[in-house]
């Protein structure tokens, strides 16, 4: 991932300072939750007698609906979508994602970040740069919810 669009991508998601050790812990955490994501997703299909992962198959709540959207809102002016491309999950399934769900792999990732970074905020309202407990503390909160 582009480093400064990285930055400034939780620069205006969120107000904190992320440097290029974080890079990494993030495409991580995006690519752990696409993949659950998924995972759930492909047993829906199959549970409905489908071979295809459709859009609707994917668990995406109004919250994280939400941040897709203000994603959209900020990619617009940084450009960030064909970098999560790269970065979102692809595992082997036993289902085909449809065209329309590959496709929304990059605006779910970015959704993810903007949740991520604002749940920072959440753990420590003063909070500037995120040190890796911060970064813990914010992966544990996910793990309840997602």
Known sequence: MAIPKFERFFRVAAGIDVDKSDRRRFSDFVFDQIYDMLIIGQARAKANDRDVLQPWDLSITKGLQERMHEFEKIDEE?????????????????????????????????????????????????????????????????????
């Open 78 to 146: 940084i450009e960030l979508e064909p970098i999560l491309a790269r970065i979102a999950a692809r595992p082997q399934l036993d289902v085909t994602l449809a065209d329309d769900t590959e496709d929304r792999l990059p605006d779910i990732a970015g959704g993810l970040g903007v949740a991520l970074g604002r749940s920072f905020k959440i753990v420590d309202g003063t909070l500037v740069n995120p040190s890796s407990e911060h970064w813990e503390r914010a992966f544990r909160l996910f793990e309840l919810l997602l």
